[in-house]
């Protein structure tokens, strides 16, 4: 049988989705304070006899009750703990989906940027040819020009 210290002193597990906690304490202190004045009134009393056959079903029919309130709160809390677990499960597998979705769209930025760097080291290298090559002429025709320069002028001074 169960007593008004068995309601005071049970503790349900708590989790994430269920029942207010809230609402299940105040029930229990509701239901604590009629069953222990009954429970009192039971042990201090000794009714008459057609009495106390109604009195222990009455008792049995709360203790019913109340096992089965238990038993609801139970399956209540072990569905809430199996669709969390669920739930977590599938955040945990979306997580992993993005992160490798950004691990490969960072590695492809990555092997782009190499590749932009290589094309400009190469462009680099050409411009810096054509550079080279370009003064390298401009050199040999300003040195023709000195060598021409004079010849020009003995020419002209022949005339």
């Known amino acids: 049988m169960i007593t008004p210290n068995d309601i005071a002193t049970k503790d349900f597990k708590k989790v994430a989705v269920g029942y207010s906690p809230e609402e299940v304490d105040t029930f229990l202190d509701d239901l604590y304070e009629d069953y222990e004045r009954l429970y009192t009134e039971s042990k201090k009393e000794k009714p008459p006899v057609k009495e106390t056959i109604e009195q222990p079903e009455q008792f049995s029919n709360l203790q019913k009750t109340l096992e089965r309130t238990l038993t609801l709160a139970e399956t209540a809390a072990e569905e809430t703990k199996t669709a969390a677990k669920k739930e977590a499960e599938m955040i945990v597998a979306n997580a992993k989906l993005r992160a490798e979705e950004i691990l490969q769209n960072a ?22 040819t054509r550079v080279k090559l370009l003064l390298y002429a401009e050199i040999e025709l300003l040195d023709k020009n000195e060598i021409l320069a004079p010849k020009d002028e003995e020419r002209k001074a022949t005339e």
């Open 107 to 128: 590695r492809t930025q990555a092997y782009e940027l190499e590749q932009e760097m290589v094309a400009l080291q190469n462009r680099y290298e050409l411009m810096r």
